[in-house]
């Protein structure tokens, strides 16, 4: 089949503040290659992702990235079954073959409780990612794993997981968790702990007095919070463009050496963490 120079590119929402730079990154890479990007913004629904889909094989794209996020994807059925070349953006699959690129979130959630840990606080808690999502399964399991290797408790309380990965959702979890008074939350992403520090407000919970947070991603604006939010800063533009130049390697035939790369997030910490004060305040 004649190639077009066109990639496909499965977004789960575009107003994500998360995915433009992992969007221009993909971009500038297929364009150094001489590919244009096609984008598709699904809102993570089965039926949008079908026909977006769809488009871009009638369209003739040469391959796709795809970034959407549930694990059980009908989608990444669809394409390993018509051999349609692609690589997986900011997740992973259960197909030890799928070529991905990747958080190594295991490794960031061990920093993050670490960095906790290390501030005194023991009554740590977490805002899971939906658990259908590799980010969000993945997440959860590495803070379990690191309160095991610091020797707290893994409390069931402790633990809320969001309906999906947005302020709103963060906001609810975080009323759950702020009844039961950790003196921490690890938010799976920094749209959560935006919703945590609603939720803390309305609460009267100061942050870092009385709570500190943590997030993941180092989205755009979050230094600037009141107070700055301490995160774990995901490469973005460098995920994309990876994930692109992998594409193209396979699209052209030429040896990947590495078919599933797991990026390294780096610790950010500003002054929503704290030495903590107590050793868990006592609910009201």
């Given at each position: 089949?004649?190639?077009?120079?066109?990639?496909?590119?499965?977004?789960?929402?575009?107003?994500?503040?998360?995915?433009?730079?992992?969007?221009?990154?993909?971009?500038?890479?297929?364009r150094?290659?001489?590919?244009?990007?096609v984008?598709?913004?699904?809102?993570?629904?089965?039926?949008?992702?079908?026909?977006?889909?769809?488009?871009?094989?009638?369209?003739?794209?040469?391959?796709?990235?795809i970034?959407?996020?549930?694990?059980?994807?009908?989608?990444?059925?669809?394409?390993?079954?018509?051999?349609?070349?692609?690589?997986?953006?900011?997740?992973?699959?259960?197909?030890?073959?799928d070529?991905?690129?990747?958080?190594?979130?295991?490794?960031?959630?061990?920093?993050?409780?670490?960095?906790?840990?290390?501030?005194?606080?023991?009554?740590?808690?977490?805002?899971?990612?939906?658990?259908?999502?590799?980010?969000?399964?993945?997440?959860?399991?590495?803070?379990?794993?690191?309160?095991?290797?610091?020797?707290?408790?893994?409390?069931?309380?402790?633990?809320?997981?969001?309906?999906?990965?947005?302020?709103?959702?963060?906001?609810?979890?975080?009323?759950?968790?702020?009844?039961?008074?950790?003196?921490?939350?690890?938010?799976?992403?920094?749209?959560?702990?935006?919703?945590?520090?609603?939720?803390?407000?309305?609460?009267?919970?100061?942050?870092?007095?009385?709570?500190?947070l943590?997030?993941?991603?180092?989205?755009?604006?979050?230094?600037?919070?009141?107070?700055?939010?301490?995160?774990?800063?995901?490469?973005?533009?460098?995920?994309?463009?990876?994930?692109?130049?992998?594409?193209?390697?396979?699209?052209?035939?030429?040896?990947?050496?590495?078919?599933?790369?797991?990026?390294?997030?780096?610790?950010v910490?500003?002054?929503?963490?704290?030495?903590?004060?107590?050793?868990?305040r006592?609910?009201?």
């Amino acid at each position: 089949m004649r190639r077009t120079r066109t990639l496909g590119m499965l977004v789960p929402d575009i107003t994500n503040p998360f995915f433009p730079p992992i969007i221009r990154g993909a971009e500038e890479a297929a364009r150094e290659r001489g590919y244009e990007l096609v984008l598709c913004n699904t809102d993570d629904d089965a039926e949008r992702e079908k026909a977006s889909l769809r488009v871009l094989r009638e369209r003739q794209a040469d391959g796709l990235l795809i970034a959407t996020s549930r694990m059980a994807d009908a989608t990444l059925a669809s394409v390993r079954r018509e051999r349609f070349p692609f690589v997986l953006v900011n997740r992973g699959s259960r197909v030890v073959e799928d070529p991905a690129v990747e958080v190594d979130n295991a490794r960031a959630a061990a920093e993050i409780v670490a960095h906790l840990v290390h501030l005194g606080h023991k009554r740590i808690a977490h805002i899971a990612g939906p658990l259908n999502t590799t980010t969000g399964a993945e997440r959860a399991a590495g803070y379990r794993d690191a309160l095991r290797t610091h020797g707290l408790p893994g409390e069931a309380a402790l633990i809320a997981e969001a309906v999906a990965y947005s302020e709103d959702a963060g906001y609810a979890a975080a009323k759950r968790l702020l009844e039961v008074a950790p003196t921490a939350i690890f938010a799976a992403n920094d749209l959560l702990a935006l919703g945590v520090l609603r939720a803390a407000r309305e609460m009267g919970v100061r942050v870092p007095a009385d709570l500190s947070l943590v997030g993941i991603n180092d989205i755009p604006m979050v230094g600037l919070l009141d107070p700055p939010l301490t995160t774990a800063r995901v490469p973005q533009r460098e995920m994309g463009a990876i994930a692109a130049r992998m594409l193209i390697t396979l699209l052209e035939d030429e040896p990947v050496h590495d078919r599933h790369v797991r990026l390294p997030a780096e610790l950010v910490v500003r002054g929503s963490t704290a030495a903590s004060q107590t050793a868990g305040r006592r609910v009201a």
